[in-house]
Nanobody, 129 residues
Framework: HVQLMESGGGSVQAGGSLRLTCAASGSSYSNYCMAWFRQAPGKEREGGAA???????TYADSVKGRFTMSQDHAKNTAYLQMNRLKPEDTARYYCVADRASCMTWVPYLTLPDMDTAYWGQGTQVTVSS
């Protein structure tokens, strides 16, 4: 069973940067795919970035070129470096891990199978103009 804990959220001005961290515990996640989803008030949860176990990354068009996802298997940790933040990036950011069905959702950044994926509690990111 995987437990995920996000950290690193906060309030920044437009153009600033934040680095989110997702720490996994309870299991070695070297064979898991990981992703960051976000949800703004009144909007659906959307995928922002994902990384497969081999390091291959996928990004939503809205964050491509500004966000970088990485992972450290030795630390069971994934990161999301967010640069040139915009007010529309304001949302609660969630870390998700999966192993059984990565290929069905990672390349498309769609919501993973809720029966196999693990979610963190989220961390709030607020970007002011």
């Amino acid at each position: 069973h995987v437990q995920l804990m996000e950290s690193g959220g906060g309030s920044v001005q437009a153009g600033g940067s934040l680095r989110l961290t997702c720490a996994a515990s309870g299991s070695s996640y070297s064979n898991y795919c990981m992703a960051w989803f976000r949800q703004a008030p009144g909007k659906e949860r959307e995928g922002g970035a994902a990384i497969e176990s081999d390091g291959t990354t996928t990004y939503a068009d809205s964050v491509k070129g500004r966000f970088t996802m990485s992972q450290d298997h030795a630390k069971n940790t994934a990161y999301l470096q967010m640069n040139r933040l915009k007010p529309e990036d304001t949302a609660r950011y969630y870390c998700v891990a999966d192993r059984a069905s990565c290929m069905t959702w990672v390349p498309y950044l769609t919501l993973p199978d809720m029966d196999t994926a693990y979610w963190g509690q989220g961390t709030q990111v607020t970007v002011s103009s």
